[in-house]
C-alpha cells in the first residue's frame, strides 16, 4: 500500500482543485504499468533516493481514475453511512 497526503495529492492535480477528498471507482487495481511504477516508488525508497520520489509518485498519481468525493458523500461515510 501507498499512503499519501491529500493536501499534495490535490497540488498535483489541478483538475480536482476544490476537492476535499479524493475518491476512486475502483478500490482494488489491476494495471500492470501502474504496478510497474507502484514498484519503482518502492525501489526508489528502499534505495533512499528521496529527491527522486516526488516526480515518481506524481507521476503515479496522475495515472490514477481519481475524482472528488462530494462533500455529501464524504460526510455520510464520516458516519459510516452508504450514499450508493
Keep these: 500500500m501507498l499512503y499519501l497526503d491529500v ?3 490535490l497540488a498535483q ?3 480536482l482543485s476544490g476537492a476535499v ?4 471507482p475502483q478500490p482494488m487495481l489491476r494495471g500492470a504499468d501502474l504496478f510497474l511504477q507502484y514498484q519503482h516508488i518502492v525501489q526508489l525508497t528502499q534505495q ?4 527522486e520520489l516526488p516526480a515518481a509518485i506524481a507521476r503515479l498519481l496522475r495515472e490514477l481514475p481519481l ?4 462533500p ?3 460526510t455520510a461515510a464520516a458516519n459510516g ?3 450508493g
Excluded: G, I, K
Design 81 to 83: 453511512c452508504s450514499t
Design 67 to 70: 475524482c472528488p468525493m462530494p
Design 72 to 74: 455529501e458523500r464524504f
Design 13 to 15: 492535480l489541478p483538475a
Design 7 to 9: 493536501d499534495w495529492c
Design 48 to 51: 533512499q533516493r528521496t529527491a
Design 21 to 24: 477528498r479524493l475518491a476512486a
